[in-house]
């Protein structure tokens, strides 16, 4: 096995996350083409509102004359209480700019005094009412969820989505889920790949190729940074799947610092800036540094470049970039 691919089997990702990514994205296309298929296969013909015996997921339209102020929202609806011409009850859900445009007929559902105004006509979507909607908007009118039922029905029309946006949702939802996991984990293997190929690069412009993947082998002589997450030896630094393989001397800029991925605790990370590569995560170490791991890399850094630039700061930073220029 040559020097270069001793080192990249270390420091680069495992195809997994490669061939994952790409899986992950190929899946998400095909529930987005599900998707439209669903969109575009849903019948959007309005037919009248009837509280027992729409279909849910159909398109319905209702003419009410009075409507309340909102009673009850989630994530996702706000949902009010609306009268007809005829003073039959129903269950909306309508957004804010629907609302804001009825005040004569919220006017008119709480006083129910003097000439009804004219009726407005909404279009929506029929859903069932859930269950811990249905309970919360009984025990806001003090009534059992069976008399809720008798009163309002179990459907509600909910004029702040339609049918075919519906109907395309649970395709959609899962497929921007997945295409982002997937882009992540590309991402996350691209750029590693990157940083690895400039760091590989730079070894041999110094002629130490040989002598980096020596030194890495050598494991009764390198330091092993956290559970094997990186290795300090004599003249080289290498982080575990990060790409990095540098040789001390060449490091510019060298911190400590903590990050959180994907909403897991926040993790021991050893910053490295370098001219040839910017600046990366060279070492992911566990959740916490009980050795002080990172003053130990600092101090060996020191050794062999007396001018790095240690900690985190604006003047770190702007001098970094100078460098770079």
Request: proline share 2%.
């Amino acid at each position: 096995m040559d020097a270069q691919k001793k080192i990249r089997n270390y420091i680069c990702k495992k195809t997994w996350s490669l061939w994952t990514g790409l899986a992950l994205l190929c899946a998400a296309a095909l529930l987005f083409i599900g998707g439209v298929i669903s969109y575009f296969s849903t019948d959007t013909t309005a037919t009248p509102f009837s509280r027992e015996d729409s279909q849910p997921g159909t398109t319905a339209t209702l003419e009410i004359t009075g409507v309340s102020h909102w009673l009850y929202r989630t994530s996702r609806a706000t949902y009010y209480a609306a009268l007809d011409a005829e003073g039959n009850h129903y269950t909306l859900c309508l957004t804010e700019k629907q609302f804001g445009g009825m005040d004569s007929q919220t006017l008119y559902y709480l006083t129910e005094m003097g000439e009804a105004p004219d009726a407005v006509a909404l279009t929506g979507c029929v859903q069932t009412v859930p269950e811990d909607v249905r309970a919360g908007l009984a025990d806001i009118w003090g009534i059992s969820t069976e008399e809720y039922d008798s009163r309002y029905g179990g459907l509600v029309l909910n004029c702040a989505t339609t049918a075919r946006r519906e109907a395309a949702a649970p395709w959609t939802s899962p497929a921007l889920t997945l295409s982002l996991i997937g882009l992540a984990l590309l991402l996350w293997f691209l750029r590693t790949e990157l940083t690895a190929r400039r760091c590989l690069a730079r070894l041999e412009e110094l002629g130490l190729t040989d002598a980096a993947a020596a030194q890495l082998a050598d494991l009764e002589r390198c330091t092993l940074l956290g559970e094997d997450r990186g290795k300090l030896t004599k003249d080289f630094l290498f982080g575990r799947e990060t790409g990095m393989a540098c040789a001390l001397q060449d490091i510019a800029w060298f911190y400590r610092t903590e990050k959180s991925r994907l909403f897991l605790l926040p993790r021991t990370v050893m910053m490295v800036g370098t001219r040839h590569t910017g600046l990366r995560a060279a070492v992911n170490l566990g959740r916490f540094d009980r050795l002080n791991i990172t003053a130990d890399v600092a101090k060996a850094i020191g050794k062999k470049n007396a001018s790095v630039l240690l900690n985190r700061s604006r003047e770190n930073s702007a001098a970094f970039k100078r460098m770079c220029k």
